[in-house]
């Protein structure tokens, strides 16, 4: 499968001024003490990541107006989540001063547009100072389509939300996908669309309910699941294995027994943990145990895959064509319980299938171990990647133009 959607590529700019949605939620830091303390950027990859598109519109002579939302808050603003420590970042990054515009829309936001000359770029306040933001108003979309006569989604990690700045806006303007958004539906498209087999899909993580609906579209798809982390204790108590004090979500193990059931009836092979890591309490310096069997007596809680476990996986990814991996085995951020972690993701490092690495905490893990550099692509949206890979249509990528098919058979062609 490869991107439907018009692309940024195809998209003559020269001249024009262009609304790019782009994903700065990064996290912030504060650059001194104190409550009042000017913010900075305390990790720039995702502003990193958005790069490729804002430079090809420039070098094609197009003015830029980017905008982001950046953290929860809540329809008003708040000085602490201004975009003004992003547009700092985005300058050195980018070697030009990147105008910052006070608010989101109205004032003089759109002079500020207006007055844009090719390669010029100017980035607005918080998108979700405004309750029309999430609320996808009409109105807010209208207004942020005044500022431009493109509109070039990058958001990625935003494309599940049908928001004014990701969906609505493309009712007004002309809407391509940028390069990292294609990129990301073109890579995760192929996991689901056509994989190099087999199949091997690594799930771990906190909670069953986030990725049961990956879970259930891999059971058709997929050769192999292997499940770790906190979800798998969901899956014991619907085996009826105990499992002390593990952290068990209690809506997880209805969701748990129904995948069980179905991957009963499926060719998928859907592995769980053969042994565990134990401890007293959710704690890096608490009491530790190996266990060689997955029952859980009272008084102490699985906090990671144990060294069998993690051999049978680290086996499956390396006979795997194709990997993809999406939560941690478990709390890895505690070293006592990172092996199982670290085995999987030297695994997927070695593979020699493609891999494909989402989710926020994994792709933390990864880079907390040097290892981020080794698989072929990591997943910038969390959510967005989940829901992709349900098979969920993205609201985001939707309202974009459909790709020229004509365009497509030149390309071929040539
Ligand atoms: P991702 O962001 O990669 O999708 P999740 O957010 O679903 O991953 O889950 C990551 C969290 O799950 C981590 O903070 C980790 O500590 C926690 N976790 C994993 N295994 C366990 C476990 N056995 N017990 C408690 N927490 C766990
Ligand atoms: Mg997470």
């Known amino acids: 499968m490869s991107f439907a959607k018009a692309s940024v590529r195809d998209c003559d700019v020269a001249g024009h001024r262009v609304l790019v949605r782009v994903d700065f939620n990064v996290p ?20 990193r990541a958005a790069l490729p598109t804002i430079e090809l519109l420039r070098e094609r002579g ?13 329809g008003k603003p708040d000085q602490a989540l201004s975009m003004a420590p992003v547009a700092a970042r985005l300058s050195e990054l980018l070697g030009t001063e990147v105008k910052q515009a006070p608010r989101v829309v109205g004032g003089d936001v759109d002079l500020m547009a207006g007055a844009l000359g090719p390669g010029d770029v100017l980035l607005l306040e918080n998108t979700r100072f405004l309750p029309g933001e999430t609320e996808n108003d009409p109105g807010l979309a209208a207004a942020l389509a005044q500022l431009a006569d493109i509109y070039v989604n ?69 050769d192999r699941i292997l499940i770790g982390g906190a979800m798998c204790f969901s899956f014991f108590r619907a085996e009826g294995i105990a499992t002390g004090n593990s952290l068990v979500e209690e809506k997880g193990v209805e969701l748990a027994a129904e995948a069980l059931r179905r991957a009963e009836l499926s060719d998928c092979e859907l592995l ?28 102490w809680m699985g906090l990671d895959v144990g060294p069998r476990t993690a051999e049978r996986y680290a086996e499956a990814i390396a006979s795997a064509g194709t990997v993809l991996w999406n939560g941690p ?59 992709l890979l349900e098979g969920k249509k993205l609201p985001g990528v939707e309202a974009l133009r459909d790709a020229d098919p004509t365009a497509e058979e030149e390309e071929a062609d040539a």
């Open 62 to 74: 197009a003015a830029l107006v980017l905008c982001s939302h950046l953290g929860r808050p809540g």
């Open 272 to 299: 769980l943990p053969v042994d565990l890591v134990l401890g007293r309490e959710f704690d890096a310096g608490t009491e530790r145990r190996e266990s060689d069997g997955v029952e859980v007596s009272d008084g």
């Open 154 to 222: 990058d958001a990625f990690g935003a494309a599940h939300r049908a928001h004014a700045s990701t969906e609505g806006v493309a009712h007004h303007l002309p809407g391509y996908g940028g390069l990292l958004l294609e990129r990301e539906v073109n890579e995760l498209g192929a996991v689901v669309g056509s994989p190099r087999r087999p199949l091997v899909v690594v799930l771990g993580g906190a909670k069953v309910s986030d990725k049961v609906g990956v879970i259930d579209r891999f059971l058709e798809i997929a």
């Open 28 to 47: 912030l830091a504060a650059a001194g003490p104190g409550e009042a303390a000017d913010r900075v950027v305390a990790d720039d990859t995702r502003i």
């Open 329 to 387: 085995m478990g709390a890895f951020e505690m070293e006592p319980f990172a092996a199982g972690t670290r085995a999987v993701a030297e695994a997927v490092a070695k593979a020699p299938g493609t891999t494909v690495v989402g989710g926020g905490d994994s792709v933390a893990a990864l880079r907390g171990f040097g290892l981020d550099g080794e698989v072929d692509w990591l997943s910038t949206g969390g959510g967005a990647s989940l829901e």
